[in-house]
């Protein structure tokens, strides 16, 4: 299904979620953020954004809140600062990823 967000025509999932990774941007996440309840992303957002980005290129598969501590040296604390009521479906969605296997 496609989805205009930030002016861009985007293709997204029932949920939201991008279907195609190649299709993001900084202003697309920015309003997507902004539709979860985040109004601005900080320094630490985008170290979040970014180390999931590199992890699913480097490993094709979305990181787990554990390797996002432990990996990416984000603590699990800050994440839920970061991303509060679910962190990793905020953040992955926010990042232009598929949504978290783990997550319902």
Same mark, same amino acid.
């Given at each position: 299904? *496609?989805?205009?967000?930030?002016? %861009?025509? !985007?293709?997204? =999932?029932?949920?939201?979620? #991008? ?11 920015? @309003?997507?953020?902004? +539709? ?5 992303? =900080? *320094?630490?957002?985008?170290? @979040?954004?970014? &180390?999931?980005?590199?992890? &699913? $290129? +480097? ?8 390797? !996002?501590?432990? @990996? ?5 604390? *800050? #994440? %839920?600062?970061? %991303? ?6 905020? $953040? =992955? ?7 978290? !296997?783990?997550c319902v």
């Amino acid at each position: 299904m *496609e989805k205009v967000i930030a002016g %861009y025509s !985007v293709d997204v =999932t029932e949920e939201g979620y #991008l279907t195609n990774k190649d299709q993001w941007n900084k202003e697309i996440a920015e @309003v997507i953020a902004k +539709e979860l309840g985040i109004d601005e992303l =900080t *320094e630490g957002h985008w170290k @979040v954004i970014e &180390f999931l980005q590199k992890d &699913f $290129a +480097e490993t094709e598969k979305l990181p787990t809140i554990r390797r !996002v501590k432990n @990996v990416g040296g984000i603590a699990t604390k *800050e #994440l %839920y600062q970061l %991303y509060p009521e679910g962190p990793l479906l905020k $953040a =992955t969605k926010i990042a232009g990823l598929s949504k978290p !296997v783990s997550c319902v």
